[in-house]
């Protein structure tokens, strides 16, 4: 709807929206960033003069306040960067629910949906859902409560146990070995689901023998042609016997567009590792992840598969058998860092239509 279609309530809505969601975000990016710079005062040296005039009067079309904080961490981090860097607070509160506008998609973040949406063993597969309060077998029949018992102690352990929905730093995610294990973990738990537990492939396995390190594949659905593009991908690597999660500890390490993995690797607040200090394996050392041109396959027709979503992202790890498998889909809150600390910009090519279009179509939230 165009400004001049609009009553004045309607605009005035509009005008708060934009406000609210750009403050909350601008206040929120700043807070991060200020720890970043606390952490490693060097980031926060400004970049060539002309560099950052060229990135403040890209984003500036999309943000009046637009800061250059974002462009400054990934130059001094990576010793790289490129006028379309994203600022991270203009992706949040401008770009993302923008590309994202249909609220519709998002139960396919639920995993007791990906089972049902998805092509059989692409995800792992579920022995016990509790969707709505109710607990269901793998054939999504609801137990009775004289069943449940006997269900349990007929799975085959060790299986996984995740909440349905908010995952993000691998919360409320537990391993169990035993069937008086699920029953405990079971306990006073809203929905969740109950899956295999994937034995990973040894490539991957070598950085964190805990859990899976799992590759984050970013996929971005055209404005202009609809055709489903990845943008990048990145390794997240568990570290003391946690998940690959950053909030965990873990460390990521972006995978460049031929498949080879970058000579270091970054901790949540941008902390560069030349070896992983667990394993002491050396991140210099030239490697290529294995199958990427499959994974890039894998991943564009998951992403198709996720209808009314643009910028989908996926967490992806290939298994013992040399079958990539999906983890989780994400398609709120997603990071852009990962590539943008190895000096990538997070649009690459795609930068000045995904701008055009968010000028076009805004949408905020509450």
Known sequence: MNDGDMTWPQRLKRALLKARSRFRERRAWRKRHRHVFALHPEYARPCPRPLEG???????????????????VCFHISGRADAETVPE?????????????????????DKTAHNHWFDDGLFPAV??????????????RPLRADEVDRYVEKLDFPLVLKPARGTAGGRGVRFVATAGELRDAMAGQPDFVVQEKIEPCGFFRRFNDYGLNTVRVC?????????IHVLN???????????????????????HPD????RYALDIYGGKYTRHP??????TAPETVPAFGELKRVAKDLAG?????????????????????????????QTIRFAQYAGAPFFGPFTGEVISYCRSNPRWKW
């Open 219 to 227: 996929t971005y659905r055209s404005v202009a042609t609809e055709e």
């Open 233 to 255: 991908c990145a390794l997240r690597i568990g570290r003391e016997g946690r998940l690959d999660n950053l909030k965990q500890g873990g460390l990521v390490r972006y995978i």
């Open 278 to 283: 667990d394993s002491g394996i050396d991140l």
């Open 259 to 262: 498949g080879t993995l970058n």
């Open 89 to 109: 607070e203009v992706f949040a509160a401008d770009i993302e629910p923008a590309l994202n506008r249909h609220d519709a998609c998002l139960f396919l973040e």
């Open 127 to 140: 022995r016990l859902y509790r969707i709505g309060g109710v607990l269901y077998g793998q054939d999504y």
């Open 54 to 72: 060229r990135h403040l009067k890209l984003w500036r079309q999309l943000d009046r306040r637009s800061s250059s904080d974002t462009l400054r």
């Open 305 to 333: 598969q996720v209808h009314l979503a643009r910028l989908v992202s996926l967490d992806m790890c290939l298994d013992s058998r040399g079958r990539w498998r999906g983890v989780e889909i994400n398609l709120e809150h």
